[in-house]
């Protein structure tokens, strides 16, 4: 009885000790959060530095501390996991970027912002899917199936445009944040569509009518996720109408409207659609339907809550992914031939920028000779910020590549860990390095 009493206490104590640890870890991850948006403030007026650049040096700078004080065993607070990138995380992003979006620009532009995002990824997935299977045979990096490799096409066509649109005014240019903005939304979700159909069908053996299946189960989920969207935003507006909740209470109008922004997500996510698509369109009919059936305080409300739930989320996301690019579990893989993984991140770097040029540029062409006036034309200048902009790989690329390659944040093949460290060099080379800020400046100035 007392061996028994004094193992419970045993268990007991080192769950305690656990808590304990996460507990700590939370609060240095919530004072990094701080760190960030301080930080942030203070380099307001730098446009050469944005907050997302801010939070991955941020995250790489405490990922190399907690690697020194941890004697090489971890270098991050928080193990990665791709729920609670996808269920929580991205939500409030996606639906505040529908939510806030100027509306009359986003649709007199849409036949080009889904041309750009939905068949621009296609073309783009496809040139980096075969020249992955071109290129990958040659380096000793482990044997992919076909699979793999289109899995490789989508996680390298989700594109990143926040730096961008952080240097881009929709005042100032309209057209042009209109369609990097748009073409940024529609990409990410056409990207996890396609990657979530690739996951679903048995590519072993493709033939003509496996390829039309795949691509015909494209379009229907992109298709079903927006009318998803805009039955949650509309079925909102008419409850909170009918009911007319403020009279009582703003927070119910205030609860409600994120609750079925949020459920509008789980249901796509429930029924094997595109969340990310749904929450986008349920964002901007909330914007244009239920948010003038609210009262004045609920407006002001849930416009300032939607956006900093945006803004911790975003800065929650680039911070982990700094401290996740120095993980020394899936770089020891790679020690021993660091030379395959320089050459895996400059194939792919190089693909991605083939990949951009091969639709932005036709595309740009064929939507200019349905545009009428000179100043509603796509300028070359304005197609090489397309192209720049889409350049950047973010979460969306980094969360795809855990989900296809990692078990839980950890991953116990050496060719898994050279994908997983050759998305995060890719991700930190096309934010930092490649940064659109130079290029935004002479094109633009």
Not at 23 to 29: M, W
Not at 209 to 236: E, H, K
């Amino acid at each position: 009885m007392a061996s028994q009493f004094g193992s419970m206490l045993t268990r007991l104590g080192n769950l305690s000790t656990s808590d304990h640890a996460s507990v700590v870890s939370i609060n240095l991850f919530v004072a990094l959060l701080c760190g960030c948006i301080v930080i942030g403030h203070l380099l307001e007026e730098n446009r050469w530095v944005n907050e997302s650049i801010t939070a991955l040096v941020i995250g790489v700078c405490t990922g190399v501390v907690i690697l020194l004080t941890s004697g090489g065993r971890s270098s991050h607070l928080l193990v990665f996991s791709e729920d609670l990138f996808f269920i929580y995380l991205l939500p409030p992003i996606i639906f505040n970027a529908g939510f806030q979006v100027k509306k009359k620009q986003f649709f007199r532009n849409f036949i080009t912002i889904m041309l750009f995002g939905a068949v621009g990824t296609l073309i783009s997935c496809g040139i980096i899917t075969s020249g992955v299977m071109q290129f990958f045979s040659k380096l000793d990096i482990g044997s992919f199936d076909i699979g793999d490799y289109l899995a490789i096409g989508a996680i390298f066509s989700a594109t990143d445009s926040v730096c961008t649109l952080q240097v881009l005014n929709q005042d100032e240019t309209p057209l042009l944040y209109s369609l990097v903005f748009g073409e940024g939304v529609v990409n990410d979700a056409a990207s996890v569509v396609l990657f979530n159909a690739i996951q679903s069908f048995d590519l072993t053996h493709t033939n003509l009518r496996i390829a039309l299946q795949f691509i015909g189960n494209f379009f229907y989920l992109f298709f079903t996720s927006t009318m998803l969207g805009v039955v949650a935003g509309l079925l909102s507006a008419y409850i909170i109408k009918t009911l007319y909740f403020g009279r009582h209470s703003t927070d119910r109008e205030v609860a409600l409207m994120m609750l079925m922004a949020y459920l509008s997500y789980i249901l796509a996510e429930l029924f094997y659609l595109s969340g990310i698509l749904t929450v986008f369109f349920c964002g901007i009919v909330m914007s244009h339907y239920t948010w003038h059936n609210v009262t004045e305080s609920s407006r002001v409300t849930t416009k300032h809550a939607f956006a900093t739930l945006s803004f911790v989320a975003e800065i929650f996301i680039f911070l982990y992914v700094g401290m996740d690019a120095l993980d020394i579990e899936k770089w020891r893989f790679v020690s021993n031939t660091p030379g395959t993984s320089v050459a895996v991140s400059s194939i792919l770097i190089g693909l991605v920028l083939v990949g951009r040029a091969a639709f932005v540029f036709p595309l740009s062409f064929l939507s200019n000779l349905a545009r009428k006036t000179p100043t509603e034309k796509i300028t070359f200048r304005q197609q090489v910020i397309i192209w720049w902009a889409g350049l950047m790989r973010g979460a969306v690329s980094m969360a795809l590549a855990y989900n296809q390659f990692a078990r839980s944040g950890h991953t116990q093949l050496r060719s898994n860990a050279i994908m997983i460290t050759s998305t995060i060099t890719v991700v930190l080379f096309s934010t930092v390095v490649s940064s659109p800020v130079c290029l935004t400046k002479y094109c633009l100035y």
